[in-house]
């Protein structure tokens, strides 16, 4: 919508929505954690519930619920009839049982809210100020073995909700070819090792990431019994001369280097074109805001670019496909495959210049 076309009742209308967004927000996790919307949807054939029947069953205060989904009706969260009876719109609908919104409601609740309140300072500094509001570290990573079991469970939620429903189809392309070794760079809890072991019998992989995921990693690869074709590397790729085993065959990075400004970028890439020879591959997933289909998409992805600003480490975000093709060219990669994956993923498959 152009500043042309709309008018100002309209415009001020949108502008009090955005003034007032984290009080919708909040009454929403509100809805949801106190089984508001899931009474609300189970009356849906018997037309709907009032406010004291909710109340009541749930040992509320007609108050607080009434309060509730004054602002949830207002927002287009709920409606109401003339028997002041409530029904969840499809907007609710979603907002309560949509797997994506829920994910993203949760990481947004539990890990970003209270630290997105530092982003100007964020922007100012380049450091994720917000950090300090989950724990005292440099970067989210370092930390992520130690967050409290709710906010660790809804950032591994978030970061595996928008890779695992990809890993099938990667696979498949992945073990056209014959890969006996792969290095999983950034294997946070192992999920993609643990697949690819089970995919296939004969693969060896080294997952390489933080000492605090790698050893998250380590026990769930014993607990799946793999043991015996997975080892670990330790590295910071943050460190002065960050380095890994030379014999690389396949390197694997899925959802990891938009943890990195361009810079750094550059040097993960640099690092591994140094293992490389010359029938190695490197292979990058990433949901690129340019490679999307669907304006909501890029939303999400724009949005994640600020929790990258404020929480995760002050200097990294989303990118588009055309600034990662630059920074690989630079590195000395030759781009050998470009194929879309998913519904927002893009595979790039790159040899050693």
Same mark, same amino acid.
């Given at each position: 919508?152009?500043?042309?076309?709309?008018?100002?009742?309209?415009?001020?209308?949108?502008?009090?929505?955005?003034?007032?967004?984290?009080?919708?927000?909040?009454?929403?996790?509100?809805?949801?954690?106190?089984?508001?919307?899931?009474?609300?949807?189970?009356?849906?054939? %018997?037309? $709907?519930?009032?406010?004291?029947?909710?109340? !009541?069953? =749930?040992?509320?205060?007609?108050?607080?619920? $009434?309060?509730?989904?004054?602002?949830?009706?207002?927002?287009?969260?709920?409606?109401?009839?003339?028997?002041?009876?409530?029904?969840?719109?499809?907007?609710?609908?979603?907002?309560?049982?949509?797997?994506?919104?829920?994910?993203?409601?949760?990481?947004?609740? !539990?890990?970003?809210?209270?630290?997105?309140?530092?982003?100007?300072?964020?922007?100012?500094? $380049?450091?994720?100020?917000? =950090?300090?509001?989950?724990?005292?570290?440099?970067?989210?990573?370092?930390?992520?073995?130690?967050?409290?079991?709710?906010?660790? +469970?809804?950032?591994?939620?978030?970061?595996?909700?928008?890779?695992?429903?990809?890993?099938?189809?990667?696979?498949?392309?992945?073990?056209?070819?014959?890969?006996?070794? #792969?290095?999983? #760079?950034?294997?946070?809890?192992?999920?993609?090792?643990?697949?690819?072991?089970?995919?296939?019998?004969?693969?060896?992989?080294?997952?390489?990431?933080?000492?605090?995921? =790698?050893?998250?990693?380590?026990?769930?690869?014993?607990?799946?019994?793999? +043991?015996?074709?997975?080892?670990?590397?330790?590295?910071?790729?943050?460190? @002065?001369?960050?380095?890994?085993?030379?014999?690389? !065959?396949?390197?694997?990075?899925? +959802?990891?280097?938009?943890?990195?400004?361009?810079?750094? #970028?550059?040097?993960? =890439? %640099?690092?591994?074109?140094?293992?490389?020879? @010359?029938?190695? !591959?490197?292979?990058?997933?990433?949901?690129?805001?340019?490679?999307?289909?669907?304006?909501?998409?890029?939303?999400?992805? @724009?949005?994640?670019?600020?929790?990258?600003?404020?929480?995760?480490? $002050?200097?990294?975000?989303?990118?588009?496909?055309?600034?990662?093709?630059? #920074?690989?060219?630079?590195?000395?990669?030759?781009?050998?495959?470009?194929?879309?994956?998913?519904?927002?993923?893009?595979?790039?498959?790159?040899?050693?210049?």
């Amino acid at each position: 919508m152009s500043n042309s076309s709309i008018k100002a009742i309209d415009a001020i209308q949108e502008a009090q929505k955005i003034a007032f967004a984290p009080f919708v927000f909040q009454a929403t996790v509100s809805l949801r954690k106190l089984g508001v919307f899931d009474l609300i949807f189970e009356k849906r054939k %018997k037309g $709907g519930i009032t406010v004291s029947a909710i109340a !009541e069953e =749930l040992k509320l205060s007609d108050y607080g619920v $009434g309060v509730l989904l004054e602002i949830a009706e207002s927002a287009n969260i709920v409606s109401k009839n003339e028997t002041e009876h409530y029904a969840l719109t499809t907007i609710g609908y979603f907002l309560a049982y949509n797997e994506t919104v829920n994910v993203n409601i949760n990481f947004t609740n !539990e890990v970003c809210y209270k630290g997105l309140f530092h982003l100007d300072e964020a922007i100012k500094t $380049g450091k994720p100020k917000g =950090l300090k509001e989950l724990g005292n570290w440099n970067t989210v990573y370092e930390g992520l073995s130690q967050l409290p079991p709710l906010q660790q +469970q809804s950032w591994f939620e978030f970061d595996h909700h928008y890779s695992d429903d990809i890993f099938s189809e990667a696979l498949e392309i992945l073990f056209k070819k014959d890969r006996k070794k #792969i290095f999983d #760079i950034g294997a946070n809890t192992g999920k993609f090792t643990l697949k690819c072991c089970a995919y296939n019998s004969d693969v060896n992989i080294t997952m390489i990431d933080l000492p605090g995921q =790698l050893n998250k990693a380590k026990a769930n690869v014993k607990t799946a019994g793999f +043991q015996d074709r997975v080892q670990g590397h330790e590295i910071d790729w943050l460190s @002065e001369n960050p380095s890994i085993p030379s014999d690389a !065959e396949t390197i694997w990075m899925c +959802q990891f280097l938009d943890c990195f400004s361009k810079e750094e #970028i550059l040097k993960v =890439l %640099k690092t591994c074109v140094s293992s490389m020879n @010359e029938n190695s !591959e490197l292979i990058i997933i990433e949901t690129f805001t340019d490679r999307q289909k669907f304006d909501n998409a890029k939303f999400i992805l @724009e949005a994640t670019s600020l929790y990258f600003t404020v929480i995760a480490n $002050g200097n990294s975000k989303m990118y588009k496909a055309t600034e990662f093709k630059d #920074i690989a060219n630079e590195a000395g990669l030759q781009l050998k495959e470009d194929i879309e994956i998913g519904e927002y993923h893009t595979m790039f498959t790159f040899s050693k210049a």
